[in-house]
């Protein structure tokens, strides 16, 4: 506000200095009007470096709070949120959409504040100097309105056609990067780089619209001041050749015309930002008001230790339109014409009971494992650990209890006492060491150079897919789990490393409840039971040798993986 006023005082001055100064040729108000002006001018320059510094200060705390809250929410949504959307999307929200942001708070966002407050100071001013003069000028407000409101709503379309497709740039980085082994093993290099080029040309292109309609913006302003600036001229020296307005009057009318249209002309140089800004807000705002769900309770049960007894009554599981195709495990297809990945399922697993699950793929296991993680929740049914409904747990509390070994261990860049002690960061040396030791990982981590302090790559890429697995469930026994959940903990791994982890999963399911999703039926034959999977229901469950003798599907499961042909005994 002080720099807006001090801004409408200048011609103020100079109206003074030269109706009192000038053509009364009294050289002490021109000197008296200058100081003032002086004055004025480094109260301005003032006002200004401490608006910088205070919107500086403040819009940075506001970007550090969003930045958190994204990253809070990021962490509370459900599996289903990362399954239907792309990897570079969600970083965009992170990236560009709060670097938008932050280009506005940092740059435009005081010059918008005072070019606004300067406007309206200027129309009053202009009325209160020379009502008819203002006329002349306020003539020129309607296709100025009327141009402004065209503009802005095209540029809006620009815009977030622009924010789109820089989203899906982004994506398309992410996925060339995150995928440069198959690209290159594939020869698609050149096919994915014209899909790139494709994707950032399309970006282009919707920039490009926005920069043409500033481009016709910008010079419609500059020629409305300089008609009202012409008009004003005209009728302004006939009004002083009438001696019914002083030169000063005119001069000072002059400049706050120049004034009036620069607020605008400002505005339009910081609506670039502004509208980048705004459709960035609405994307992170959009983020932010998506709905988890794994949603907590309204009053959380207090989770201790577990005895491990799983129920499930009568669930069924459907994977949305959006994520059915992107499940991975044995959710594709499933959801896929209206049909639930998992209907009817009703199994009760005593604690400290080893079950496998087994089936083709898409038959259900891994959503069954998923949900007793509580990634997911049944679309009906209930699924119960001791009795208690898992929508009714404290979920962080609930899932400290678990202890969750995937497919394709995710190992994040550190030590690999780093990654052994993820679960517990207070654990000591020798807990982590004793976890180690427990599921047998101690000897091949001796064989690393530095040991314990053996640097881990981003995702463990530095290291075997079974020394990965070791490690993973090293992870897993030192947050001293009282459910284990193995999913598929095995496939990747060759024979001998499989052999290796396979010991150490029997070290660390112990007395625990252990589910294991098992692609090799040999993991499935050394489980206290097996529960067979079939499109989603369960059509045997019992013992391995009690089901081979029953002939079934399991059976059938069995011959085939072990090579026996058809009617063979088995």
Avoid: C
Avoid at 379 to 397: H, K, P
Wanted: proline share 3%.
């Amino acid at each position: 506000m002080i720099d807006a006023a001090a801004g409408l005082l200048l011609p103020v001055l100079v109206r003074h200095g030269i109706d009192e100064g000038v053509q009364r040729a009294a050289l002490g108000a021109v000197w008296a009007a200058s100081a003032l002006a002086l004055v004025v001018v480094l109260v301005q320059w003032a006002a200004q470096t401490g608006e910088t510094r205070a919107i500086g200060r403040t819009g940075e705390r506001i970007l550090y709070t969003l930045r958190v809250k994204i990253f809070a929410q990021l962490q509370r949504l459900g599996l289903d949120y990362y399954e239907r959307e792309l990897t570079g999307k969600i970083m965009t929200r992170m990236t560009t959409d709060v670097d938008a942001l932050t280009t506005f708070l940092q740059t435009g966002l005081v010059q918008a504040i005072v070019a606004v407050l300067t406007f309206f100071g200027i129309m009053v001013a202009l009325v209160v100097i020379d009502a008819g003069l203002a006329l002349v000028v306020l003539a020129t407000l309607p296709p100025l309105v009327i141009g402004t409101v065209f503009f802005r709503r095209q540029s809006i379309k620009a815009y977030e056609l622009a924010r789109e497709r820089v989203s899906g740039v982004n994506a398309a980085l992410q996925e060339g990067v995150a995928g440069l082994r198959i690209v290159q093993a594939f020869r698609r290099e050149e096919r994915d780089a014209r899909r790139f080029a494709e994707l950032s040309d399309g970006y282009r292109q919707a920039r490009v619209r926005g920069q043409w309609l500033i481009s016709v913006y910008f010079p419609f302003i500059q020629f409305l001041a300089s008609l009202a600036t012409a008009a004003v001229l005209i009728v302004g020296a006939n009004r002083v050749g009438d001696g019914t307005l002083t030169a000063g009057a005119l001069v000072a009318y002059l400049l706050y015309i120049e004034l009036f249209f620069a607020p605008v002309q400002q505005l339009s140089q910081v609506f670039d930002g502004y509208q980048q800004a705004v459709v960035s807000l609405g994307r992170v705002q959009e983020l932010l008001r998506e709905r988890t769900t794994t949603p907590l309770p309204s009053e959380p049960r207090e989770v201790g230790r577990l005895r491990g007894e799983i129920v499930f009554e009568d669930v069924a599981f459907r994977y949305n339109a959006d994520n059915a195709d992107n499940a991975g495990g044995d959710g594709g297809g499933a959801g896929e014409g209206g049909e639930n990945a998992l209907s009817g399922i009703d199994l009760k697993i005593p604690a400290g009971q080893t079950v496998a699950f087994v089936g083709e793929t898409g038959a259900g296991k891994s959503t069954l494992v998923k949900l007793v993680a509580r990634f997911y929740d049944p679309t009906s049914g209930t699924v119960r650990v001791d009795g208690a409904d898992l929508r009714e747990l404290d979920l962080a509390g609930y899932r400290h209890r678990l202890g969750v070994v995937p497919q394709e261990s995710y190992l994040f860049p550190g030590t690999v006492r780093d990654a052994i002690a993820y679960g517990r960061p207070d654990a000591t040396d020798a807990e982590v060491e004793a976890a180690a030791r427990a599921v047998g990982a101690h000897e091949m981590i001796a064989t690393l150079s530095g040991g314990y302090l053996h640097p881990v790559a981003e995702k463990g890429r530095n290291l075997s897919a079974g020394q990965r697995q070791l490690i993973a469930l090293a992870r897993a026994e030192l947050v001293r789990p009282d459910i284990l959940l193995l999913d598929e903990a095995t496939a990747a791994l060759d024979l001998a490393t499989e052999a290796l982890v396979n010991r150490a999963t029997d070290r660390l399911a112990g007395r625990r409840t252990t589910l294991v999703v098992a692609h090799r039926l040999t993991t499935a034959a050394r489980a206290d039971r097996v529960v067979v999977l079939d499109h989603g229901r369960v059509v045997e469950d019992g013992a391995h040798a009690e089901l081979l003798e029953r002939d079934g599907r399991y059976a059938q499961l069995w011959r085939t993986y072990a090579g026996v042909p058809a009617g063979a005994g088995v």
